[in-house]
C-alpha cells in the first residue's frame, strides 16, 4: 500500500487504495452521463445530424448509398425517438430542400417536411456570423409555433441535395421554399 507524502488536513489517513475507486466512480459517471444515443443503422447514411443538448435531431436514407428509398426523420431523447417522419417512393411522402442567405457572410440550408397540418423545418447555419448551429422550425400554416435551437449538427447530405445549387440528386427531396414560413426567426 502506497501512503500520500504530502498532510494535507482532508488527506491525513487517506491511502490510495481508498482515493482511487473514488476516482473510478467519479470517471463512470461521467462517461455515463446521458448523449443522444440514436444513430443512423450501419445499412443507412446520415443526411443530418444534431442535438439540441437533450434530445437528439437525425435523419438518416437507406440504403446507405443512393439511389436512396427511404429518408427517415428522428427527434427524441436518448432512449427512443419521440417522433419520427418517414418519406419513400410506396407512399409518396416527400422531404423538401431549400437554401437562403442569412447574412453576407452566413447562409441556411433547410430540410423540410409537412405532416398533416405541421411543417418541421431542419435548419443549419453555415459561415462566419452564425448566431448557433440552427435547429429546427414548428409551423402550423404560417404560424412559427416552436422554435428549437440545436448546440450542434450539421448536414452530411451531398449525395442527396447539393444546398449551393439546390438541386436534389434524390426524387424523395425536392427543391422549394417553405411557404410563408420565415426561417430566419429561428437565429434571432
Same mark, same amino acid.
Not at 69 to 79: N, V
Not at 90 to 98: E, I, L, N, P
Not at 140 to 168: N, Y
Given at each position: 500500500?502506497?501512503?500520500?507524502?504530502?498532510?494535507? &488536513?482532508?488527506?491525513?489517513?487517506?491511502?490510495?487504495?481508498?482515493?482511487?475507486?473514488?476516482?473510478? @466512480?467519479?470517471?463512470?459517471?461521467?462517461?455515463?452521463?446521458?448523449?443522444?444515443? *440514436?444513430?443512423?443503422?450501419?445499412?443507412?447514411?446520415?443526411?443530418?445530424? $444534431?442535438?439540441?443538448?437533450?434530445? $437528439?435531431?437525425?435523419?438518416?436514407?437507406?440504403?446507405?448509398?443512393?439511389?436512396?428509398?427511404?429518408?427517415? /426523420? %428522428?427527434?427524441?431523447?436518448?432512449?427512443?425517438?419521440?417522433?419520427? /417522419?418517414?418519406? =419513400?417512393?410506396?407512399? !409518396? %411522402?416527400?422531404?423538401?430542400?431549400?437554401?437562403?442567405?442569412?447574412? &453576407? %457572410?452566413?447562409? @441556411?440550408?433547410?430540410?423540410?417536411?409537412?405532416?398533416?397540418?405541421?411543417? /418541421?423545418?431542419?435548419?443549419?447555419?453555415? $459561415?462566419?456570423?452564425?448566431?448557433?448551429?440552427? !435547429?429546427?422550425?414548428?409551423?402550423?400554416?404560417?404560424?412559427?409555433?416552436? %422554435?428549437?435551437?440545436?448546440?450542434?449538427?450539421?448536414?452530411?447530405?451531398?449525395?442527396?441535395? =447539393?444546398?449551393?445549387?439546390?438541386?436534389?440528386?434524390? &426524387?424523395?427531396? *425536392?427543391?422549394? *421554399?417553405?411557404?410563408?414560413?420565415?426561417?430566419?426567426?429561428?437565429?434571432?
Amino acid at each position: 500500500m502506497i501512503k500520500v507524502s504530502f498532510n494535507p &488536513p482532508w488527506i491525513t489517513q487517506m491511502t490510495f487504495t481508498r482515493i482511487l475507486p473514488l476516482f473510478a @466512480l467519479a470517471l463512470t459517471a461521467l462517461a455515463s452521463a446521458p448523449t443522444w444515443a *440514436q444513430k443512423c443503422a450501419a445499412s443507412e447514411t446520415t443526411l443530418y445530424e $444534431g442535438s439540441t443538448g437533450k434530445k $437528439g435531431i437525425l435523419v438518416c436514407a437507406s440504403p446507405a448509398k443512393p439511389p436512396y428509398s427511404k429518408i427517415e /426523420y %428522428r427527434f427524441g431523447p436518448a432512449e427512443k425517438a419521440e417522433m419520427t /417522419y418517414t418519406a =419513400d417512393a410506396a407512399g !409518396g %411522402r416527400k422531404f423538401f430542400a431549400s437554401s437562403e442567405a442569412l447574412q &453576407p %457572410r452566413a447562409s @441556411l440550408s433547410h430540410l423540410w417536411f409537412v405532416n398533416g397540418d405541421t411543417t /418541421y423545418v431542419i435548419s443549419q447555419c453555415i $459561415g462566419g456570423n452564425c448566431p448557433h448551429a440552427g !435547429g429546427i422550425v414548428v409551423a402550423k400554416g404560417k404560424k412559427i409555433i416552436a %422554435r428549437i435551437k440545436a448546440k450542434e449538427g450539421s448536414f452530411t447530405a451531398d449525395d442527396a441535395v =447539393d444546398f449551393e445549387g439546390e438541386k436534389s440528386k434524390t &426524387p424523395l427531396i *425536392q427543391i422549394k *421554399q417553405p411557404d410563408g414560413i420565415d426561417v430566419t426567426k429561428l437565429y434571432d
